[in-house]
């Protein structure tokens, strides 16, 4: 092995069945109220925000975290005010997401690909804040652009 290859070359030491275990256990740690929701989803509330990592052992490069608003919960805005509020976020946040999907709703996310080697536990607590983060962005500029505090 070359001299290079012994400091890129990185084994991986998560299994793909461990990953969700892993990011439940993190989550509570941190104060966050997280449990298994179905074979592939964690739940957690993260201050009255109910958030979800998903992963699939089938793909286990790839983890997702997402949140999804009823479209009742922004009535003040129109459907293309709704549009121009997920473009300004997306534009201005690095790794965060928010789109308007075929039902209506909002649904904000965070992916990552997951390279061999990264620590889990790290990854979804950066995750889970991009998240809040993300969502905390997008509802001060609605109040920016509404007025409607949500009182």
Not at 32 to 51: A, F, I, W
Not at 129 to 144: C, E, M, N, Q, V
Request: with cysteine; net charge negative.
């Amino acid at each position: 092995m070359s001299l290079f290859g012994k400091f890129t070359k990185k084994e991986n030491t998560t299994s793909p069945s461990s990953v969700l275990p892993t990011i439940i256990e993190t989550l509570n740690k941190a104060g966050y109220k997280s449990q298994r929701q179905t074979e592939s989803c964690v739940g957690y509330d993260d201050d009255g925000l109910y958030c979800n990592f998903c992963y699939l052992e089938n793909d286990p490069e790839f983890l997702l975290a997402q949140a999804t608003f009823e479209r009742g919960a922004f009535s003040a805005a129109d459907e293309l005010l709704l549009h121009q509020i997920c473009a300004k976020v997306n534009a201005s946040q690095k790794a965060g997401k928010v789109y308007i999907d075929g039902e209506g709703e909002l649904t904000f996310t965070v992916e990552a690909f997951i390279p061999s080697g990264t620590p889990i536990d790290l990854l979804a607590l950066h995750m889970a804040k991009a998240l809040g983060s993300t969502i905390a962005f997008f509802h001060r500029t609605y109040w920016d652009l509404t007025g409607d505090k949500g009182e």
